[in-house]
């Protein structure tokens, strides 16, 4: 109980889940579209899953004992008490109190444009992605596939990641998930790449970084 209580105060916004758990992607979802960028821990994925389960049980959960979510360190509820606030118009304040969504100025969004120039230019290669996105997943395994191994930011494990999201948007990006940069520059998302490569650019542009 006490490692349930540690992992549910490291972020503002925490979220036990199961991948395979519809409720858990709809609060997630929801979390996302209100500027949060939540903790997801899937008890499916971890070894100690079955413990946590219990622990969160021990902590107010129901008999369903996912989605479990936190906000601020302190337990809110599972799918049906998260819905129920968001309705009553709560649950964004909340967020806003445990400083799980930030309102940025004009001079935030170019300091966070900056950071995501920054990471793209840290390798040859570099792709911005969600942990849970499988077009991600799959231009990573393309370009594996063609000798290179890229640099991968998932931007849902940063504090920042719904300001990096708008920033690649304003960067020119169609769908801001994956981003593809080479050599500093912006590719684009899964179609630009996939063009690419179906018309034999891709490879010209990867051979700097092909491993030998």
Not at 194 to 199: A, K, N, R
Request: aromatic share 8%.
């Amino acid at each position: 109980m006490d490692r349930v209580r540690d992992m549910a105060s490291k972020k503002a916004a925490v979220i036990f889940t199961k991948s395979s758990c519809c409720m858990c992607h709809s609060i997630k979802t929801l979390f996302y579209e209100l500027g949060a960028s939540p903790a997801i821990h899937e008890l499916d994925h971890d070894a100690n899953g079955r413990e946590i389960e219990w622990a969160l049980r021990g902590l107010g959960c129901n008999n369903q004992a996912v989605p479990a979510v936190f906000i601020g360190g302190k337990y809110v509820g599972s799918a049906k008490d998260v819905i129920s606030l968001h309705v009553d118009g709560s649950l964004k304040q909340m967020l806003i109190d445990a400083r799980a969504i930030w309102f940025y100025k004009i001079e935030d969004i170019v300091i966070v444009m900056d950071k995501v120039m920054k990471l793209a230019s840290e390798k040859g290669v570099v792709i911005f992605s969600k942990s849970s996105c499988c077009l991600s997943y799959a231009v990573n395994i393309l370009f594996q596939e063609l000798g290179v191994h890229p640099l991968v930011y998932e931007i849902d494990q940063d504090p920042e990641g719904r300001e990096m999201e708008k920033a690649l948007i304003r960067l020119g990006c169609n769908a801001p998930i994956p981003a593809v940069f080479i050599a500093g520059k912006l590719v684009g998302s899964t179609n630009e790449v996939m063009s690419h490569h179906l018309s034999g650019a891709l490879m010209p542009l990867l051979k700097p970084y092909q491993m030998s």
